[in-house]
């Protein structure tokens, strides 16, 4: 918080001040939620991808990488929940970001190997 008491402050600035706590609570049940799900997503395409694989006899390392990727969804969940939890401000932020992090590289991940399995199958 600024120098300026909270009791000195406009109206305006104390409206900013509450969109900000509401929004930084949304930002880690958004995190939690989508990776959550994705991680679900991930576990089915490897179930699917092994059925697939078993019948069309393809080898490719896509159901290893989905693996891996279900992990950072997972961590990026784990540290949302985290960062729900925590009271401290600084402490929520930080862990904040690093699950938001994880979340962005684990889509990416995810996109590269949508587009491998793709590749494999075309």
Do not use: H
Not at 24 to 52: E, K, P, Q
């Amino acid at each position: 918080m600024s120098v300026v008491s909270y009791t000195a402050m406009t109206d305006e600035q104390k409206s900013e001040q509450t969109f900000e706590r509401e929004l930084d609570g949304n930002l880690c049940i958004y995190i939690f939620t989508a990776s959550a799900a994705l991680v679900g997503v991930c576990l089915t395409v490897i179930g699917i991808f092994r059925v697939t694989t078993e019948l069309k006899s393809v080898s490719t390392i896509g159901d290893n990488l989905l693996a891996i990727d279900a992990l950072g969804f997972l961590s990026s969940c784990i540290l949302s929940y985290i960062a729900l939890r925590t009271r401290r401000l600084g402490r929520k932020r930080a862990v904040e970001r690093i699950a938001d992090g994880i979340f962005l590289i684990s889509l990416s991940l995810m996109a590269v190997i949508c587009g491998m399995i793709a590749y494999e199958f075309i």
